[in-house]
């Protein structure tokens, strides 16, 4: 089939293109700023329109042959998402019937029976009672919190579990959530480009778990290895009196975060399961929502560097972040960059390079590396260990209290810290031309911080880092100086 995705630079359309190519459809996106799909992995593998959903003109010309529409368009960070919500949709309603699209697939929010909704679920209705009016057979699926990196509802559920070392719990978080993994939703959404035209209708969609979000924040620790949370009770304090701690809290635009809390006071569970009648379930069952997160952080508990500063080259994985998705989603990443430029040429930092890592060439606070290994060998850590034979590391080889995660001579090194601490650090130290007949020393620390603990970890080790780290920079150009004067006095010996 033909596919049109809207939205197609959102956090469901990046992860929607990829699994619609998969199965075989002919893909076209429509963005409104096709530059932000340039360092997606499938960006060759479809047809990118330019347009936005206001503009009529360009709604059709994006609608012209094709068979599925697939409206994944959510404005939450406007203040008047209501309005542009309203007006896209008449838009895209109109010009989908005028063009004879065969199908509408939309994703809204689901709708308790008998509750007052907020803003957020009622304009998302709304927009799926338009579409479903359009004269085009239109399904929505409704969904409660989807579970992924990227994900707004996830990305707010980790800053507000591992920033706080307790649970804040007004009365609003005790409301019943079914969260789904989004491997799930893409299913449906891939799935339900199949259906028989007559269906037009909303469908509920859900994992296997309901849970209080109070219970979903606990199992969170739980998974993601940190201490149990302890309750706080404050009946009283409502979503819009939330709104400052948790704008403190998290890096979520407060007009978003705003939005989602105001949800939480909705209980959104499935009123039934009736999408089953037309698709069945995933062939493994759907994704429990210990497993979804699981899923989520699996970036940070594997050993590799895969998260949203690793360009395209993911796992392919939809609950793993990916480059299109905000620099608050992720989970917190913090780095400690220096660059330093030498007159020496790269093949010659390089070597200094592999010669201060492999023989433990730190000459900042001389003996604070092998004191430091040796404290961590009393502590059950990993202790000091010999140097690497010759100057080549090799990926996987242990050199002090570091690892070799990844080499690619002569330009890049990465190191993997094997010590207790409460998050994964690496170091990375590369070498390039400078375009001036020198070369450039880049090093970069990253530090993926484990809970609250990681994170102030992080902020008091800052004079210790600047000490280190600097020393560290210092210490390889002033090695590729050395290896180019020796070089050259052995020169005029020889000479």
Not at 102 to 121: A, E, F, N, T
Not at 296 to 316: C, F, I, P
Request: aromatic fraction near 8%.
């Amino acid at each position: 089939m033909r596919c049109v995705v809207f939205g197609a630079t959102g956090y469901l359309g990046t992860r929607l293109a990829p699994e619609l190519l998969a199965a075989g459809h002919q893909v076209r996106v429509m963005a409104r700023d096709p530059k932000k799909l340039d360092n997606v992995a499938w960006r060759d593998q479809v047809e990118i329109v330019q347009g936005d959903v206001i503009d009529a003109s360009a709604v059709s010309a994006a609608l012209e042959g094709q068979d599925v529409l697939y409206y994944l368009v959510h404005s939450l960070l406007r203040s008047d998402f209501v309005d542009f919500d309203d007006r896209a949709a008449r838009i895209v309603a109109d010009c989908a019937a005028g063009a004879g699209v065969s199908r509408i697939v939309y994703v809204g929010g689901i709708i308790p029976d008998g509750q007052k909704l907020s803003d957020h679920l009622a304009s998302r209705a709304q927009v799926g009672e338009l579409l479903m009016e359009s004269g085009v057979p239109t399904v929505e699926l409704r969904a409660a919190a989807i579970i992924g990196a990227g994900s707004a509802s996830f990305e707010m559920l980790r800053y507000l579990t591992e920033r706080l070392p307790l649970i804040v719990a007004p009365r609003w978080l005790r409301t019943r959530v079914q969260p789904i993994a989004v491997r799930d939703v893409l299913y449906y959404l891939v799935e339900s480009a199949r259906l028989p035209s007559g269906v037009n209708r909303p469908f509920d969609i859900g994992g296997p778990d309901r849970f209080s979000y109070t219970e979903m924040i606990r199992k969170y620790a739980a998974v993601a290895g940190l201490p149990r949370r302890p309750e706080v009770p404050i009946p009283l304090l409502t979503p819009g009196l939330s709104a400052p701690w948790v704008d403190l809290l998290t890096p979520l635009p407060r007009q978003l975060a705003v939005s989602l809390m105001e949800s939480l006071e909705n209980d959104v569970v499935c009123a039934d399961h009736d999408i089953a009648r037309y698709i069945p379930d995933p062939e493994n069952g759907l994704t429990h929502y210990e497993e979804a997160v699981e899923l989520a952080l699996g970036h940070v508990r594997h050993s590799e560097l895969r998260t949203k500063w690793s360009r395209a080259d993911t796992d392919g994985s939809p609950s793993q972040p990916l480059p299109t998705d905000p620099q608050w989603s992720g989970g917190p990443l913090y780095d400690d960059v220096r660059r330093r430029h030498s007159h020496v040429d790269p093949a010659t930092l390089w070597r200094a390079i592999e010669t201060a890592v492999t023989q433990r060439n730190w000459s900042v606070v001389p003996w604070g590396w092998p004191l430091r290994g040796w404290v961590n060998g009393l502590l059950g850590a990993v202790g000091v260990r010999r140097r690497l034979d010759g100057h080549q590391p090799h990926d996987g080889e242990a050199l002090d209290w570091w690892r070799v995660e990844h080499t690619d001579p002569p330009r890049l090194l990465r190191l993997r810290a094997d010590i207790p601490l409460p998050g994964r650090l690496w170091l990375e130290l590369s070498a390039g031309p400078d375009g001036n007949g020198g070369s450039e020393y880049r090093q970069r620390a990253l530090f993926q911080p484990y809970g609250l603990a990681g994170q102030l970890f992080w902020t008091a080790s800052a004079p210790y880092r600047d000490a280190v780290f600097g020393g560290i920079a210092r210490d390889v150009t002033a090695t590729a100086h050395r290896g180019r004067s020796d070089r050259a006095v052995a020169g005029k010996e020889n000479a």
